[in-house]
Nanobody
């Protein structure tokens, strides 16, 4: 079992930055590929970042590439999402998720929520124009 708790959301002006954190329970954090997703009301939950177990590999969709950066500190059981140059369309609830599957399996379909076994409760990010 892995429990995930996100933090760091809030209100920011367009062009600003936020860093989200996701703290995981358990002693096997580095066994999990970690993903960040976001969801707005009435829409699908979309992936915004995936990071490998070591942190050495990452995936980003085009919508956030160059603006968002995922990182992790396995010693602290924490994964981060640095979000720069934020836009109003980045407004959403952001979730972190943990997958025990191989990196190659997860990134074969990065947006597939079924690849992830554990989810946090989400943190709201609001970007004002």
């Amino acid at each position: 079992q892995v429990q995930l708790v996100e933090s760091g959301g809030g209100l920011v002006q367009a062009g600003g930055a936020l860093r989200l954190s996701c703290a995981a329970s358990g002693r096997t954090f580095n066994n999990y590929v970690m993903g960040w997703f976001r969801q707005t009301l009435g829409k699908e939950r979309d992936v915004v970042a995936v990071i490998s177990r070591s942190g050495g590999s990452t995936y980003y969709p085009d919508s956030v590439k160059g603006r968002f950066t995922a990182s992790r500190d396995n010693a602290k059981n924490t994964v981060y999402l640095q979000m720069n140059s934020l836009k109003p369309e980045d407004t959403a609830v952001y979730y972190c998720a943990a997958s025990p599957r191989l990196w190659t399996v997860v990134t074969r379909d990065p947006g597939s929520r079924s690849r992830y076994d554990y989810w946090g409760q989400g943190t709201q990010v609001t970007v004002s124009s």
